[in-house]
């Protein structure tokens, strides 16, 4: 889909931006934008940054140095951005239904009493029905498969119809079909609704069909544009300032490291990446519940 936007005005403007967590700098001068209906895939290593970019963006950490506008101005207000953390572990005894857990994308940030009306609940329904679960919508939450719980999840992300979504590795730890399924359904809810959609993963393979553009995050810095400019082999040697190989074979890609380099990239034949999304998640704050 091309992204079409009659004010001209992208959705979120980020420019120059910083970021140091615990005396590290983990994002150097990140430039991107999201056009209204655009899917962007957030690409990289695990600790590469993609949950601390998601979470600037959110306005939960504040840069060193940079710019981030949503909708024209700096910041973000409440019902414009709506969030899919990373896999949250439901207790399988909560007893929280799945349309209770919806209708906290509405009112969850609220103090005081909700008032919980006829509109508020077609609203809950409606964005139920829009991602198919409908069908479970009076089930516990937590007794939920991996699948039903994260189309839960983005229901309650879209629930307040945010302009953008934000969504941190919502295909870990489903298999391919529920992955395929997932990547169906956000693209349908982009095309029917005009959001700019922002998914961070480390492969890139289940979007390759969806994907507008790309923003691949390596050593701090960026490559950002369609996925055929970003993910190549000059454009990844220049970004790691290591000699990387990128494969195409069989409808997927392949990137691998010459030897003497580890990136630790997307790529599932290529598993040299140093387990270090724990110290990025330790020094920028464990995802929150933020829907």
Same mark, same amino acid.
Not at 48 to 71: H, M, Q, W, Y
């Given at each position: ?9 992208? #959705? @979120? ?15 150097? !001068?990140?430039? #991107? ?13 695990? &600790? ?37 953390? +990373? ?23 609220? #103090? &005081? ?16 029905? &829009?991602?198919?679960? @409908? ?12 699948? +039903?719980? +994260? ?13 953008? #979504? @934000? ?17 169906? @359904? ?85 598993? !040299? ?11 920028? !704050? ?6």
């Amino acid at each position: 889909m091309k992204p079409t936007d009659d004010t001209n005005r992208p #959705l @979120l403007n980020i420019s120059g931006l910083r970021v140091s967590l615990g005396g590290r700098s983990i994002l150097n !001068g990140i430039d #991107l934008n999201v056009a209204r209906g655009e899917f962007v895939g957030l690409i990289g290593s695990n &600790g590469a940054g993609k949950t601390t970019l998601l979470k600037t963006i959110l306005g939960d950490i504040t840069p060193l140095e940079g710019s981030v506008d949503v909708l024209g101005h700096k910041g973000t207000r409440t019902g414009e951005i709506g969030y899919v953390p +990373q896999k949250i572990a439901l207790d399988p005894d909560l007893p929280l239904l799945a349309k209770d857990f919806v209708a906290l994308g509405l009112d969850g940030h609220r #103090l &005081g009493v909700s008032l919980r009306g006829r509109h508020f609940w077609e609203r809950v329904e409606h964005a139920l029905e &829009g991602v198919g679960a @409908l069908e479970y919508a009076d089930r516990p939450v937590g007794r939920l498969s991996g699948g +039903q719980q +994260q189309r839960i999840m983005i229901a309650a992300a879209i629930v307040a119809d945010p302009a953008l #979504l @934000l969504l941190d590795e919502p295909l870990a730890n489903l298999d391919p079909a529920n992955s395929a399924d997932i990547v169906v @359904l956000l693209d349908h809810i982009r095309n029917a609704n005009g959001i700019g959609i922002i998914l961070s993963a480390h492969d890139i393979n289940p979007l390759l069909g969806v994907l507008d553009r790309v923003v691949y995050l390596a050593q701090g810095r960026s490559a950002f544009g369609r996925t055929d400019e970003v993910i190549r082999t000059d454009a990844l040697s220049d970004l790691y300032q290591h000699p990387i190989t990128v494969l195409r074979t069989q409808g997927r890609i392949v990137v691998l490291a010459d030897e003497g380099g580890e990136p630790g990239h997307h790529a599932a034949e290529y598993s !040299g990446a140093e387990n270090s999304e724990s110290a990025e998640t330790q020094e920028g !704050g464990s995802p929150d519940g933020r829907l």
